[in-house]
C-alpha cells in the first residue's frame, strides 16, 4: 500500500512539474515575441515611420494576437504595453488597458491568411506622398519586388479604426503583402515582425527613390517583362 502511495506521489510531482516547465515555456514565449516587438517599435519610431502614438503592430501566437494598447507610442512602449487580443472573438485579455484602435484590420489579416504572422501599420512620409498622388507603387524597384512582390495594393481613403476600413483591408491581404492607405500610411504584413518590418522598409525606400527620381525629372519602371521573369523564377 505504501509502495503504491509512494509510486503515485512521484507521479504526481512529475506531472506538476511538467505542467510547470510547460507554462515557463509559454511564457518565455509570449515575453520573447513582445520583446521583439518592442524592438521592432523602437526602430519604426527612431527611423520616423510614425510620430506620437501613431501607429501599431502586432504578432501571432497560436490563436491570439499581441498588439500594441491603445495610447501607448511605439518609441516608449514596453512588454506591458501590448495587450494579448484573441483572434476569433477580438477579446482583449487586459483588463487595465484597451488594445490601439486599428485592431479591427489586424485581426482581419489573421483570420485571412495562416502565413501572417506579423501585421505593421506604420504612416511613412514618401509611401504618403504617393498615395496622396494616387502613385501606384510597384515595379520601382528590385528591392521592393524582392522583398514585397510585384503589387502594393492601395486603398482610398477610409476613416482610421472603422470595421469598413478593416473590410477593405481583409480583401486588398488577401493577394498583397502591403497596402498603402491613402492620405494615412502603411501596412506591411509578413511571417514574422522582422519580415514585415523589411517589408515596409523596401515599400518606404522605393516610394523615397521615385520621388528623387520625379524631382530630379525622370522616371522609369522595371519591365514588365522582367516582372514576369521574375514570378516564373520564383521559389526556384
Ligand atoms: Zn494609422
Known sequence: MRLIR?????????????????????MTGEEALKSRLVEIGRRIDALGLTIGAGGNISARRGEAMFIKRK????????????VKVDIL?????????????????????YGKRKDIGAVIHT?????NALGISDIPLERLTYESLVSIGTSVARIA????????LASSVE???????AIILKNHGLIAVGADPGEAMARTMAAE?????????????????IPGKEVLHFICSAGE
Request: aromatic share 10%; glycine share 8%.
Open 123 to 127: 504612416h511613412p512620409v514618401f509611401i
Open 89 to 109: 472573438s477580438g477579446r482583449c485579455s487586459s483588463r487595465r488597458f484597451e488594445p490601439s484602435s486599428e485592431s479591427y484590420f489586424h485581426l482581419a489579416c
Open 157 to 164: 481613403y477610409i476613416r482610421p479604426g472603422t470595421r469598413r
Open 205 to 221: 525606400r522605393a516610394a523615397l527613390s521615385y520621388v528623387c527620381a520625379k524631382v530630379m525629372g525622370r522616371t522609369s519602371f
Open 6 to 26: 509512494d509510486e503515485m506521489g512521484k507521479r504526481e510531482r512529475r506531472y506538476s512539474k511538467t505542467k510547470e516547465r510547460r507554462q515557463e515555456k509559454a
Open 71 to 82: 495610447g501607448a507610442h511605439l518609441g516608449s512602449a514596453g512588454a506591458r504595453d501590448y
Open 171 to 177: 480583401k486588398a491581404v488577401r493577394d498583397h503583402n
